[in-house]
């Protein structure tokens, strides 16, 4: 299985604030690479898909971008609404993997 | 607009078999033409995806569960099914249906899950 791994596992930031979070891919999965985000209690939802397109109706704050190994997901100027934990996935080979999150906090 | 609504138990003892049934609700919808998922997120943790049943209803499994795990879909009632034996506390989690999009394994619909707790 293709390992994921996030980066940091926890932040804690400011609004207004640019985030950055890492993912990280065991082997080279082009860029087969979603970003989700799961607020407390509820489903994930899809933000970017294929590294670095913003699904409909996301905010245009949310970016990511990246290739083989390395990506990265960046909310530009963040919101107080954007509190949530962060997941990366990898569609390169089945079986589909997440990393483990990166929970957001506000400062 | 496609919704899922997951149904089942949620609670089941050790050694039985768990099966969830999801719905697709969704004007002119056809299942034959969405490929949909399993999902599971134990309690605290992070995500794990379990299977898939594509528009031609091809199977496809987590390596891990695959001895378990079996995926159906029911045309008829726009349905899909899973079906997992032998559940285990381990096994407690939310579990999610999911869409995902055609010739893209981004999950872009996602039920909003249902608590399985496996106790004695």
Sequence with gaps: DIQMTQ??????????DRVTITCQASQDI????NWYQQKPGKAP?????????LEAGVPSRFSGSGS???????????QPEDIATYYCQQYHTLPYTFGQGTKLEIK | ?????????TLVRPTQTLTLTCTFSASSLNINEVDAGWIRQPPGKALEWLALIYWDGNERYSPSLKTRLTITKDTSKNQVVLSMTNMDTVDTA??????????LGAFDIWGQGTMVTVSS
């Design chain 1, 7 to 16: 980066s940091p596992s926890s932040l804690s930031a400011s609004v207004g």
């Design chain 1, 30 to 33: 082009g860029n087969y690479l």
């Design chain 1, 45 to 53: 939802q899809l933000l970017i898909y294929g590294t670095s397109n």
């Design chain 1, 68 to 78: 083989v190994t390395d990506f990265t997901f960046t909310i530009s100027t963040l």
């Design chain 2, 1 to 9: 607009q496609i919704t899922l609504k997951e149904s089942g138990p």
């Design chain 2, 94 to 103: 939310t579990y999610y249906c999911v869409h995902k999009r055609r010739k």
